[in-house]
């Protein structure tokens, strides 16, 4: 079982930069693939970032490619996401998930799902 709670969220302006940060329970932190969602009021829940077990593979949306950057610290049990150039568009409660199996872009492939963390980026 882990547990998964999101923070670093809040109200910014496009432009900014910001770090949200997901802190894992559990022993087993270091063999789970992380990944980052995030859903807008009226639309579906879509893939940001990914990044593998052992932290050297990632992926990305096309739409934060170069703006975003997953990482992670298996030692302090936390994945990251550093987002940088901000835009409105980005404006979303953002999720952190651990999969156990594959390395994945589909939320189904992910088995456990923090609560969420805010993010408004105003023009």
């Known amino acids: 079982q882990v547990q998964l709670v999101e923070s670093g969220g809040g109200l910014v302006q496009a432009g900014v930069s910001l770090r949200l940060s997901c802190a894992a329970s559990?022993?087993?932190?270091?063999?789970?693939?992380m990944g980052w969602f995030r859903q807008a009021p009226g639309k579906e829940r879509e893939f940001v970032a990914a990044?593998?077990?052992?932290?050297?593979?990632?992926t990305y949306a096309d739409s934060v490619k170069g703006r975003f950057t997953i990482s992670r610290d298996n030692a302090k049990n936390t994945v990251y996401l550093h987002m940088n150039s901000l835009k409105p568009e980005d404006t979303a409660a953002y999720y952190c998930a651990a999969s156990r199996g594959v390395f994945s872009t589909t939320p189904g492939a992910y088995d456990y799902w923090g609560q969420g963390t805010q993010v408004t980026v105003s023009s």
């Open positions: 990044i593998h077990w052992f932290g050297v593979t990632t």
């Open positions: 559990g022993r087993t932190f270091g063999t789970y693939a």
